[in-house]
């Protein structure tokens, strides 16, 4: 197995006892300097890749007793994340001890290929290819603990075996089939045997999901079968245009194939490390084959599939993910058996006919690849490829998250200019709610305006955004919830002031509103003071008769004064700044709007006071906002966004500006770079 450049390390291990052999052997293969490996495309060209430079072979052996059988496991090899993916992930300066060695994710207990039982660790398929067997090999893989070098990506890797599970050796985790004592038989049958060797991965950065998982168990079964009937075709038949270098792989002991399984992030690194095309596509196959090289193991290659973009063609074309996937493994092994559609128009067509054929013999639904295509292409809904690593909708599933939390402002980031969260961000929410990231509101609002806001699209209550029991910061940071929605943090605004606002409420005509928890209070009614509720969703306010029953009415937190965008900045803002001076602040959410708080006190330092209290460092969150208000809080967070609508100083101070508030922001951000 091509492995970069040292080969894959063979480890033979029986049930094993105290007394443990280890040998080690570099043997550089002899490799026509004219010849190289090529890596191919569903839909691009070839390009030639340096083969390996050496093997290394690793035997652990054992005197066993009781046992007639050793168990075989292969582990990957030192420089590689995956079987002849090693020419594109690239090598570690030095090889790490056995010990540096860590088992990704697995799945075990799975039966095997259920076509002709045998009673050995691997399963026989009655073949016309040769007149003997045709084994196909249960491995056992593990990733290196190290990052590759080019994506800092490992890979989790299916691996299949049954029994118990034997204890951790050299830093990986494997299982050990157990055997009965039997008498050793002669074998009825001596002729020669092909094995197929099928290694089934999950990249690292593919989540836990139930039906990838199960689809990756279901290969298992079906790349074998897919190979062998691939095989069956090659002899006696005559084409035109395919690449002649495989023909008889009845001449090999063995044959390699790995089948890997991305998101389109993944993939499209690919394309662009290797292809010079920077976007993602379904599929891409990697040939490891070197003609005039006698080896006795075929190394077919590897076939990278994206799952995401799996998803949305098999949504598209009406059928299961598992059937697109099918197709895409079909395309794929047909390219490393050197059919290629993009040759030429007869190229196209004899390839296409044998998608299909294959398709048919094996009995799985769906068109092949190439006719998919050419149907989406008359339809008018063909792919168009981007370079935007802006994540698609209903995509995320194929993501892990990159922050715990997500916190967001509303008037102007999560709302749009009506004051609506759009279908666009209630999917995103939802996405990332899904996979286990919290959202949490930090706002100017009162806490009651904000769960009827979400009530409006569904989430509102225990398994949405906001509940009178999740965390949350509320009026610039003056009233913070916690665990269960308890309250950690209040503070009131110096009554003085308060008094010194409704005289001048009063006195000048200008609108005010005094919020008290879940209360609004006013002086007197006016247009502005009910858009306040209309439109911004604020409880009603409640008009009170003078300034002292107002006063007396409940603690205020903070007060607003409403006038146009102009009068606020050229005359009440400057008033206020003025006229608090040490015993409040002024602060601005939206431009006809200015608040007036409690000095000391911020949106920001609700935030602080938040992720004191639930434990969360800086590092976990990504925040979104657009006010001067949200400027500590984007500085707090790992990642800060600024939407393009925002302030200028908010802008000055984030990390990244998204678009704008109607251009579904927040929506964006999630998709962009939460993700």
């Known amino acids: 197995m091509g492995f970069g450049p040292l080969r894959g390390l063979n480890i033979i291990a029986g049930i094993l006892k105290p007394c443990v052999y280890l ?23 070839q390009h030639h890749l340096s083969p390996p430079s050496a093997q ?36 570690l300066h030095s090889p790490p001890s056995l010990a540096a060695f860590s088992m990704a994710r697995a799945i075990s207990g799975a039966t095997q290929l259920p076509i002709c039982p045998t009673t050995n660790n691997a399963t026989s398929i009655h073949s016309s290819l040769h007149p003997g067997f045709v084994h196909f090999t249960n491995r056992l893989h593990a990733s290196l603990s190290s990052k590759s070098f080019l994506f800092g990506r490992t890979f989790h890797v299916l691996c299949r075996s049954g029994g118990n599970h034997l204890g951790a050796f050299g830093g990986a985790r494997a299982e050990q089939r157990g055997y009965r004592k ?172 044998e998608e299909e054929l294959l398709l048919k013999s094996l009995g799985w639904k769906g068109k092949g690849l190439i006719q998919s295509a050419c149907d989406a292409e008359t339809n008018l809904s063909s792919h168009q490829y981007s370079s935007d690593d802006r994540k698609k909708e209903g995509s995320l599933r194929f993501y892990k998250p990159k922050f715990s939390y997500i916190f967001c402002d509303m008037d102007g980031t999560l709302l749009n200019s009506k004051s609506q969260i759009t279908p666009t961000t209630v999917m995103a929410l939802r996405e990332a709610l899904s996979r286990g990231v919290k959202i949490v509101i930090a706002t100017g609002k009162a806490r009651p305006a904000v769960i009827d806001i979400f009530k409006m699209v569904d989430l509102a209550g225990k398994d949405g955004v906001v509940s009178e029991f999740s965390p949350g910061v509320f009026l610039q940071g003056l009233l913070v919830y916690g665990r269960q929605g308890r309250e950690i943090f209040r503070s009131n605004l110096d009554p003085n002031v308060c008094r010194e606002a409704c005289i001048y409420s009063l006195e000048n005509k200008v609108p005010l509103i005094a919020f008290c928890e879940g209360r609004c209070l006013t002086l007197f009614d006016h247009p502005l003071v009910d858009s306040l509720h209309t439109v911004y969703h604020e409880p009603k306010a409640e008009i009170m008769p003078s300034t002292e029953h107002l006063l007396a009415a409940a603690d205020i937190q903070k007060m607003i004064f409403f006038d146009t965008a102009q009068r606020v900045a050229s005359t009440l803002r400057p008033h206020w700044s003025e006229a608090t001076s040490d015993r409040a602040r002024v602060v601005q959410a939206v431009p006809d709007m200015l608040e007036i708080v409690p000095l000391g006190t911020s949106k920001g330092n609700g935030v602080k006071i938040l992720l004191d209290h639930l434990r969360v460092t800086a590092e976990e969150i990504m925040a979104i906002g657009d006010g001067e208000n949200d400027i500590e809080m984007l500085e707090l967070a790992s990642l800060g966004i600024a939407l393009s609508n925002g302030a200028e100083k908010t802008k000055a101070v984030a990390n990244v500006i998204g678009v704008s508030n109607d251009e579904d922001g927040v929506a964006d951000a999630i998709y962009r770079y939460a993700f």
């Open 56 to 91: 290394v072979t690793v035997t652990l052996a054992s005197s066993v007793q009781n046992y007639s059988k050793p168990a075989t496991y292969n582990f990957l090899g030192a420089f590689s994340m995956l079987p002849r993916l090693s020419l594109i992930l690239r090598p």
């Open 182 to 353: 039997t008498r050793k038989r002669t074998p009825k049958n001596k002729e020669k045997e092909l094995e197929l060797s099928v290694d089934i991965c999950i990249e690292e950065d593919l989540p836990d999901d139930d039906e990838i998982l199960g689809i990756a168990e279901m290969l298992r079964l079906n790349v074998p079968m897919a190979m062998k009937v691939a095989f069956d075709g090659l002899k006696g038949s005559a084409y035109k245009t395919r690449d002649p270098a495989i023909t008889d792989v009845g001449g090999f002991e063995s044959v390699e194939l790995s089948v890997l399984l991305c998101n389109d992030e993944f993939i499209q690194k690919l394309n662009k490390e290797w292809r010079d095309e920077d976007h993602a596509t379904d599929v891409l196959s990697m040939s490891q084959h070197v003609p005039g090289l006698k080896l006795p193991i075929l190394m077919l290659g590897d076939i990278v599939i994206s799952v995401e973009t799996a998803a949305r063609q098999a949504e598209e074309r009406g059928h299961t993910l598992l059937d697109e996937i099918r197709i895409l493994l079909v395309h794929g092994l047909l390219h490393l058996l050197g059919f290629d559609h993009e040759l030429s128009e007869e190229a196209e067509a004899e390839m296409e006919r």
């Open 23 to 45: 040998s080690i052997s570099l043997l550089p293969p002899k490799i026509p300097q004219n010849l190289t490996p090529t890596i191919s495309s569903a839909w691009g060209r």
